[in-house]
């Protein structure tokens, strides 16, 4: 049973490129969140997206923005990437309305470094 | 505005020993409270949760213990062992809400062989 992967591990932008990380959600899971986690500190909600939609939203600017696509998968994308934006962006999968509700498997994360 | 407090931000223990975490939170409408495990370069991990309609949940070495009147709840680790080595973050969330975890800013602990 493949859990939550995510990719590219690594990559490395510069300010004000535009980056896309990917997602593939835990077998059977049908919800994708996006976190991000700066160094030293707690994962912070970006956003959700259930049925290829945002159903809920963080504290970010609309630089963030996501897809999901009807593979349950999903993208997250960055625009005009600042040096904060450098961080480890995880990704959490879910089933809406599974026994275990509120459980979210995470991925190992990709970590952007902005230069 | 951080919801959710969690302290230490770091602590040593012997192996053998109780490592203990706690959390306190601000939010009411919170219905479920998990602990995370993550190791360095790794994605957080569920280690255990509960739910506010219980006091106290075990699963092996690791208990939480939760006070829905103080609205903190505590993460102990018995017998602590070296490969327990990791940050842990407590979170919580609201299912009405989606789910959404709002994460403690976690505590580093390492055990000493």
């Known amino acids: 049973d493949a859990g939550v992967t995510q990719s590219p591990t690594h990559l490395i932008k510069t300010r004000g490129q535009q980056v896309t990380l990917r997602c593939s959600p835990k077998?059977?899971?049908?919800?994708v969140s996006w976190y991000q986690q700066a160094l030293g500190q707690g994962p912070q909600f970006i956003f959700q997206?259930?049925?290829?939609?945002?159903?809920q939203r963080g504290n970010f600017p609309d630089r963030f923005s996501g897809h999901q696509f009807p593979n349950y998968s999903s993208e997250l994308n960055v625009n005009a990437l600042l040096l904060g934006d450098s961080a480890l962006y995880l990704c959490?999968?879910?089933?809406?309305?599974?026994?275990?509700?509120?459980?979210?498997?995470f991925g190992e994360g990709s970590r952007l470094t902005v230069l | 505005q951080q919801q959710v407090k969690q302290s230490p931000q770091s602590l040593i223990v012997q192996k053998g020993g109780i490592s203990i975490i706690n959390c306190a939170y601000e939010?009411?409408?919170?219905?479920?409270f998990p602990w995370y495990q993550q190791f360095p370069g790794k994605g957080p991990a569920l280690l255990i949760a509960i739910r506010p309609d219980v006091s106290e949940k075990k699963e092996g070495r690791f208990t939480i213990s939760f006070n829905k009147s103080a609205k903190q709840f505590s993460l102990h680790i018995m017998d602590s062992q070296p490969g327990d080595s990791a940050t842990y973050f407590c979170?919580?969330?609201?299912?009405?809400?989606?789910?959404?975890?709002?994460f403690g800013g976690g505590t580093r602990v390492l055990v000493k062989p």
């Open positions: 979170a919580a969330s609201n299912a009405a809400a989606g789910n959404k975890l709002t």
């Open positions: 997206y259930y049925e290829e939609e945002e159903r």
């Open positions: 939010n009411t409408a919170f219905d479920y």
């Open positions: 077998s059977g899971h049908d919800t």
């Open positions: 959490a999968s879910s089933l809406v309305g599974g026994s275990n509700t509120g459980e979210l498997f």
